[in-house]
Each structure stands twice: as C-alpha cells, then as structure tokens.
C-alpha cells in the first residue's frame, strides 16, 4: 500500500504526492462526494438491507477546512458543511486519484 509523503490544500483541491513519485489532485466536492463513512454510505445489516445514507448531492462550493492522518491508513477531511466522519483509507485516496494523477 502506498503511503502519502505531503498533503496539501490548493485552491479548491487536494493535492496528494505519494512514495512512489506520483500525485493526486482531488476536488473539494469529490472528496465529500466519495465520504465512506456511514453517515454518507449507510450501513447494510447481515441480511444486506441498506439503512441510512444520505441522497446524492452536489457539494460543489463545499471546501476541506482541515484534515488529519489516522494512523498509517487514513486521512480524515473536514469539510465547511460540518462534516467529518469519513476516514478516507490511502487506498481509498489513491483509487480517486487514479483518473487525475501524473508524476512517477
């Protein structure tokens, strides 16, 4: 799993650059869009029943207001609306990134 070397807020993105050279530049409303947490997602019971989440929104205008490592796997963003629960794995992060990365 790669791991991020720098995280930075420019503009209305956030740039990411990994250990192996490359880079990911993720908008404010992707990254809120994409939320893993189960305030956004739901959760499924063990019968696969899907409960909660919300609808599908447009965040554009929404802006990451800050941001924290969670271990050696996560960022956790917060976001202008008030939203902070998704733990977005480096995984998670790279997979986002993977349409708008260079470097190498």
């Known amino acids: 799993m790669h791991q991020p070397t720098d995280v930075q807020i420019i503009g209305t993105e956030v740039a990411i650059r990994w ?3 490359k880079e990911s530049f993720l908008s404010f409303a992707t990254l809120r869009a994409a939320s893993p947490s189960a305030e956004v997602k739901g959760e499924r019971d063990i019968f696969g029943h899907q409960y909660g989440g919300e609808v599908p929104k447009n965040f554009v ?8 490592r969670i271990g050696n796997y996560a960022i956790r963003f917060e976001f202008s609306d008030g939203h902070r629960t998704g733990l977005y794995s480096y995984e998670l992060l790279r997979q986002l990134g993977e349409g708008t990365t260079s470097g190498g």
Do not use: A, I, L, S
């Open 19 to 21: 250990d192996d050279g």
């Open 61 to 68: 205008g929404v802006e990451v207001t800050g941001w924290e």
